[in-house]
């Protein structure tokens, strides 16, 4: 079993940076693929990034590439979002999920985050 927070959200302006924490507790966080996922209101949950756990490759959905990186710390079990250049349109709840395959079809992560609010103000 595997436990993920997340944490680092909040309330930024158009153009802003936020960067998120996903804390991993459990079982062997370096052999997991982590990613990142958002869902805002009356919308389905979306990908937004993930990273693999083997050689730190990274993929980007094509709405985010270039403003968000996604990064890990397989020593402090923590996987990163910096969040850069900041849109409305990112307004959404943010969730680190875990997964033995690299994907990015929200059924393939076996393990979810509760999620932490980002608001990005026009």
């Known amino acids: 079993q595997v436990q993920l927070v997340e944490s680092g959200g909040g309330l930024v302006q158009a153009g802003g940076s936020l960067r998120l924490s996903c804390a991993a507790s459990g079982r062997t966080f370096s052999n997991l693929h982590m990613g990142w996922f958002r869902q805002a209101p009356g919308k389905e949950r979306e990908f937004v990034a993930r990273i693999s756990w083997s050689d730190g490759r990274t993929y980007y959905a094509d709405s985010v590439k270039g403003r968000f990186t996604i990064s890990r710390d397989n020593a402090k079990n923590t996987v990163y979002l910096q969040m850069n250049s900041m849109k409305p349109e990112d307004t959404a709840v943010y969730h680190c999920?875990?997964?033995?395959?690299?994907?990015?079809?929200?059924?393939?992560?076996?393990?979810w985050g509760q999620g932490t609010q980002v608001t990005v103000s026009s």
């Open positions: 999920a875990a997964s033995r395959f690299i994907a990015t079809h929200p059924p393939l992560y076996e393990y």
